[in-house]
Every structure is written in structure tokens, then in C-alpha cells.
């Protein structure tokens, strides 16, 4: 009954439009003054949760995207990728995705990237002849890929709750990242079929050459962030620093980041940090409560009840996700139900990494759907057009996308094969 009365206090809120922080935080601190628990030992728990060496990563990862945008870095990858795809029919949809992969590799955050690259990329879509819906799906959709594909902010939350090695989940984001991708590029081939009015560029030899200039310095930032990490070189928080260290020498380099454009991502980044840290100290309250309810133990009693098939549980697992996605932020989420989850998995048999991977993928679709859907709204207010128009063009891409997630399900220990090639 207590948990019964939490959930709908927390519901209650949400629907009200209470941030899902205070959303979490006024009902936990409600049961714990039931209880005749102290306000200190909530401190100490939000306090606990905050104060993680894993975590230290994310603002560094944040700043780092923000630079990235900041300097630039989005613009040259689109004119590089709009020059080698000139006469491709449907060039923009692919130079959409084809951006997305290599921008996410600096940014570990799908709002980020669509608001980035949005204002990029769809104004140039309406410009040739592309449908205003085909032209926000693709962007909003496309920018999905960099919170699975690392560095990625959803990946090192998950690494620091489930306690596994940050490198290996990110080893192990990085097919299911390639495949959205591709799915997503199929779904690109079918739609551009029922466009006949979509204006070809013309290859230009020179701009190719020149544009290549311009992304040559900003593409070895990958190689220097994932292979430290892959390597073994760095630790993920030693490699954002060393990657917004290389990024600020780019921009100077390039002359593309001013003092100005420097202190604005500095403000981005104190902003994100602080929403995300907030959702992950409340919603760790609230699991501690949870936890002492039982739930985590009540869960595993009614999961192997109804099934002792890990498939069926994975699956079982990522509707809850989905479903959940739809209403409350994917840190949330995270924060609430790896701990409840984890414990559940280990009891099937199911690798954590494995696990977090398919949590994380199905958790993004989230950001695509009302009545949520973040990256829904930004790329709305980027290309002024009603959320209603954005989601019916995002429908196509989520098919690709919940295809991986079947994927992962089907087959988890393949997840594992990048991870085991590179001994993490």
C-alpha cells in the first residue's frame, strides 16, 4: 500500500507538469517523514549519489558536445558530407545520418545534436524540395544515434550505477549505434522514392578537397577519445578532458571559437549538468526507498513466476522501457531502475553490459515520443513546426530502431563479441 500511495503521488505530479526531480523528491520526502526518517539521512543519500567518480565524466562529455557545436564542428561535417553526396538522389536524408554518426562521436547527447544540427540541416532540405516532415524526421530521428553511440552521457550514468567498466559499454554501443544508422539509411532510400521534385547538386571536385580541410583536425577528436578509452590510454573522464582540450585547440586553429562562443558552452554546460545531476540525486533517493520496500526482491519473485526465459524477460524489460520513456527523462529512468533491474538480470543469466546497451537503446526512443519526446521539441522550436508534423515524420526511423532493439534481445551475447575482440 505504501508503494501504491508513492507511485500515485509521483503520477499525480507528473501530470501535473512538475519536473520529474521535485516530481521524485516530494513524495520520498513525504514517506521518509512518515516513517519518522531524518532529513539528514535523505542528504546523505542524495549526497552519495552525486559524489561518483564515474559521473565525473558527464559535464566534461557535455562540455565537450557544446564546444563541438560551438566551434563549428557541425557545419563542416554537413558541407563535407553535402560535397561527397552532391548527385545521390536524396543526398540531404543521408548527409542527415551520415553528420549524426560523426558528430556523436564528440556529443553524447540527442538534444544536443538536434538542436546543432537542425538548424542545419532542415532549412537546406526546404530549400530543395523536401517534404517539411521527411526534413524534421530524419533530423530529429538521426540525432538518436549519439546517446547510444559513446561518448555517450546515457552510457557512463548506466557504467557508474551498474558498476561495469565504462570502456566495454562503450565497445559494446558501437554496432547497435551503426545499425540504427543503417536502418535508419534504408528508411532514407524507401521515402526519397516518393519525392520525383528533389533538387541533385552537382559534384564539385574543389569543394570536396576544400571542405576535407576543414573536418581533417575536428575527426581525430574521435580517435583520440575512443581510442584512449578503447586502448586503454585514458579512463573516460581523463579522455573528455583530453577531448575538450583538443577540441578548444580546433577552434582556435580554425578560428571558429570565439571567447564568447567559449563561455556560452561553459553556460550550456553548467545548465545540463545541473538537470541531470538533480534527476540522478532525487530519483537515487527515491530508489533507496524502493529498495527498502523491497521492491527489487518482490520484482524478482513475480518475474520468474511469470517466466524462467531470459528472452522473455529482456523483452518484458524493454517494454517497460519504452513505455516509460514516453512520460519520464531517460536519466530517470536509469537511476530508478538499473539498481531494481540489475539484480533481476544477473538472476537470468544476462550480461550487465548487455543489458545497458538494450536499456539505453530503448530508453532513446523515448526522446522521439509524446508526451516527452525532448528531441521532438527542439527540433520543433528549430524548424518552427507543429510537434504533431515532427512525430509523423519520426514514425519511419522508430522502425529501425526498435528492429536493434529485437536484435539485442535476440541475441545479447553478441554484444559482447567488440568488448571480448578488445579485452575490456
Do not use: C
Not at 255 to 274: G, Q
Not at 347 to 361: K, R, S, T
Not at 374 to 400: C, H
Amino acid at each position: 500500500m505504501t508503494l501504491i500511495l508513492l507511485a500515485i503521488g509521483i503520477a499525480v505530479l507528473l501530470l501535473l507538469r512538475v519536473p520529474v526531480a521535485f516530481a521524485f523528491l516530494g513524495p520520498s520526502l513525504v514517506y521518509m517523514m512518515i516513517e519518522g526518517m531524518s532529513a539528514g539521512l535523505a542528504l546523505r543519500q542524495v549526497t552519495n549519489a552525486a559524489a561518483s567518480f564515474p559521473l565525473l565524466a558527464v559535464p566534461l562529455f557535455v562540455f565537450l558536445g557544446a564546444l563541438a557545436n560551438h566551434a563549428g564542428i557541425a557545419d563542416r561535417l554537413f558541407r563535407f558530407a553535402l560535397a561527397l553526396m552532391a548527385e545521390v538522389r536524396g543526398s540531404l536524408g543521408y548527409v542527415a545520418i551520415g553528420v549524426s554518426v560523426g558528430f556523436s562521436w564528440m556529443s553524447g547527447s540527442a538534444v544536443a545534436d538536434s538542436a546543432a544540427l537542425g538548424k542545419v540541416q532542415i532549412p537546406a532540405m526546404l530549400r530543395n524540395g523536401y517534404s517539411r516532415r521527411f526534413a524534421t524526421g530524419v533530423s530529429a530521428s538521426s540525432a538518436l544515434i549519439a546517446p547510444v553511440m559513446p561518448p555517450s552521457i546515457p552510457a557512463v550514468i548506466y557504467a557508474g550505477l551498474a558498476a561495469v567498466s565504462t570502456g566495454a559499454l562503450f565497445a559494446a554501443s558501437v554496432v547497435p549505434a551503426l545499425l540504427m544508422a543503417l536502418g535508419m539509411t534504408v528508411v532514407v532510400w524507401v521515402l526519397v522514392r516518393t519525392q520525383p521534385n528533389l533538387r541533385r547538386g552537382t559534384f564539385d571536385k574543389a569543394e570536396l578537397l576544400s571542405s576535407v580541410k576543414g573536418v581533417l583536425l575536428p575527426m581525430v577528436a574521435p580517435i583520440i577519445i575512443l581510442g584512449g578509452i578503447l586502448g586503454g590510454f585514458f579512463t573516460p573522464t581523463e579522455a573528455a578532458a583530453v577531448g575538450v582540450v583538443y577540441i578548444i585547440f580546433v577552434g582556435i586553429v580554425h578560428r571558429s571559437l570565439s571567447l564568447k562562443a567559449f563561455f556560452t558552452a561553459l553556460k550550456e554546460t553548467v545548465l545540463t549538468t545541473a538537470a541531470i545531476m538533480i534527476i540522478v540525486t532525487t530519483a537515487s533517493l527515491l530508489g533507496y526507498i524502493l529498495a527498502k520496500e523491497r521492491l527489487p526482491q518482490m520484482l524478482t519473485e513475480l518475474m520468474f513466476s511469470i517466466t524462467d526465459d531470459p528472452t522473455v524477460f529482456l523483452i518484458l524489460t524493454a517494454i517497460l522501457m519504452l513505455i516509460l520513456g514516453t512520460v519520464i527523462d531517460a536519466t530517470a529512468i536509469l537511476v530508478l531502475t538499473v539498481p531494481i533491474l540489475l539484480p533481476i538480470a544477473n538472476e537470468y543469466g544476462v550480461d550487465p553490459i548487455a543489458m545497458g546497451v538494450m536499456l539505453i537503446v530503448s530508453l532513446m526512443i523515448g526522446l522521439l515520443t509524446p508526451p516527452v519526446g525532448t528531441v521532438l521539441f527542439v527540433t520543433a522550436a528549430v524548424s518552427k513546426t507543429r510537434i504533431g508534423e515532427v512525430f509523423k515524420g519520426t514514425l519511419p526511423f522508430i522502425i529501425p530502431m526498435l528492429i536493434v532493439v529485437a536484435l539485442l534481445i535476440a541475441f545479447p551475447d553478441a554484444v559482447m563479441s567488440v568488448p571480448a575482440v578488445l579485452g575490456l
